[in-house]
């Protein structure tokens, strides 16, 4: 039987202090067990993991009846996220306490090393196997922070009646560096007076862009990510706005301001869909600029995924990572871009507070696909940070579940453009559910909105 307790940090901080001495460990341990003896064991959800693993085998371990009890944990730290815990080659049936702690503090311990400074104790009794295994619904840790693991286990074998599994550490994920959002971006109602254009310095090597309504009822969000080799300048606009003049003036005033390196521009599209390539224009055959073109093949082939829509491919502006995923479903050559430095997600069209158009729904299967790649993000957000998801459009007002009517170029009340991951698991959740029935449904902040 599996059993599902939930973990809860006894404290959240990391400690300094010398060394305990064993009977203090001890007190303390009895301590921290009762602590933890109080807390109710809770069901967890399942979740879906196939990234990058936080946990590292740390050692320590001290052998017993079978050798040394190798323990090992999967699973993202990310908060609300599962994480899987596995004992084996311990001795069956054998009381066993689960030490966690936050930091490591490597004493002699029972003819062992203790390795988790012993915030938290629970006991556990291994399976017939000599196995222990169970899953937590992961609460989350302050970032920065260090959780290890032991096992001791009871066993005759040891030098003074225990064996101790190696430690596992694992660190919690950075908070991102906070950007910045205008108290309002432009929204057609002030066309005497709003730029066609609105350059938003999100920070030091971000930009933001916005075309204005009042030239193209879309107004589409662009994005502008400098690293020190490469600016990438992912989309290009609705058309009818000078977007290469604007962009050509903040990639100088960057330059200025970075002791004038030399820098290539990369003009690459969250889709093909015209609202986000019409300026592609502006840029071809300008010096030291590649354009990438529009067709899903055009879009495999620049960025290098071998195994379009599977695999995750990435891209070096030159100390600066963006991973690429495919996310075909709103539209054929559909790419999302995780940033590393801010912790953005920019997922297009796919996902922002409006209609999410899934066209050719059923006859061109395109809702499965939109589905998968859903789901694809969720699988790669799992073990990361996520500052903000930011699509490239503004349909919803700032009533929840009440869009504009599409089309409108007017929008004084919209909502604010920046999602949350929670959103993209709300979204999930809701095109999981409706399966191979796909149907309109209104949520809070966007609309789900198949046809076809
Ligand atoms: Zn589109």
Not at 76 to 89: H, I, K, Q
Not at 341 to 364: M, R
Not at 380 to 388: E, N, S
């Amino acid at each position: 039987m599996r059993i599902r307790p939930s973990v809860v940090p006894g404290r959240a901080v990391a400690r300094r202090s010398p060394a305990p001495r064993a009977s203090a460990l001890l007190a303390r341990a009895a301590f921290a067990f009762a602590v933890l003896a109080s807390l109710a064991l809770a069901p967890t959800a399942a979740a879906q993991f196939t990234c990058c693993n936080p946990w590292v085998d740390v050692g320590g371990a001290l052998p017993g009846t079978h050798g040394a009890p190798l323990l090992e944990l999967s699973g993202s730290m990310a908060p609300g996220t599962v994480v899987t815990l596995d004992m084996e080659n311990a001795l069956e049936l054998a009381p066993t306490y689960l030490i966690l702690g936050f930091g490591q503090i490597g004493v002699p311990f029972q003819g062992g090393v203790l390795v988790p400074q012993p915030d938290v104790i629970r006991l556990f009794v291994t399976d017939g196997n000599g196995r222990l295994g169970f899953a937590v619904t992961w609460p989350g840790v302050p970032a920065g922070t260090e959780v290890v693991l032991q096992a001791w286990i009871e066993d005759p074998v040891g030098p003074f009646g225990y064996a101790a599994s190696n430690g596992v550490s694992g660190l919690g994920p950075e908070d991102p560096p906070p950007g910045a959002f205008p108290a309002d971006w432009v929204n057609g109602s002030d066309c005497g007076n709003e730029p066609e254009i609105q350059v938003q310095q999100y920070d030091e090597n971000t930009y933001i862009l916005r075309q204005s309504m009042c030239t193209d009822f879309e107004g589409p969000f662009m994005f502008l990510l400098f690293g020190q080799d490469e600016v990438l300048l992912y989309d290009t606009g609705a058309g009818g706005i000078p977007i290469a003049n604007v962009v050509n003036a903040v990639i100088a005033d960057w330059k200025a301001a970075h002791g004038n390196p030399s820098l290539d521009l990369l003009v690459a599209h969250t889709h093909s869909h015209g609202d986000h390539v019409a300026g592609d224009g502006q840029f071809q055959g300008m010096p030291d600029t590649t354009v990438v073109g529009t067709s899903a093949t055009a879009v495999m082939n620049f960025w290098g995924f071998q195994d379009w829509p599977n695999d995750t491919v990435q891209r070096d502006l030159g100390g600066r990572v963006l991973d690429v995923l495919a996310i075909p479903g709103h539209q054929a050559a559909h790419i999302a871009i995780y940033d590393h430095e801010t912790a953005l997600l920019l997922t297009g069209d796919t996902l922002y507070p409006g209609f999410l158009f899934i066209f050719g729904a059923v006859s061109q299967d395109n809702f499965a696909k939109y589905r998968a790649s859903i789901q694809r993000l969720v699988d790669f957000t799992a073990d990361k940070p996520v500052q903000w998801v930011f699509g490239t459009h503004v349909e919803m007002t700032s009533t929840p579940g009440v869009a504009y009517p599409y089309g409108t170029s007017n929008q004084p009340n919209e909502r604010d453009p920046q999602l949350l991951r929670a959103h993209l698991l709300e979204l999930n959740a809701a095109v999981q559910a409706m399966g191979a029935n796909p149907q309109v449904e209104v949520h809070d902040d966007f609309i789900i909105q198949p046809s076809g």
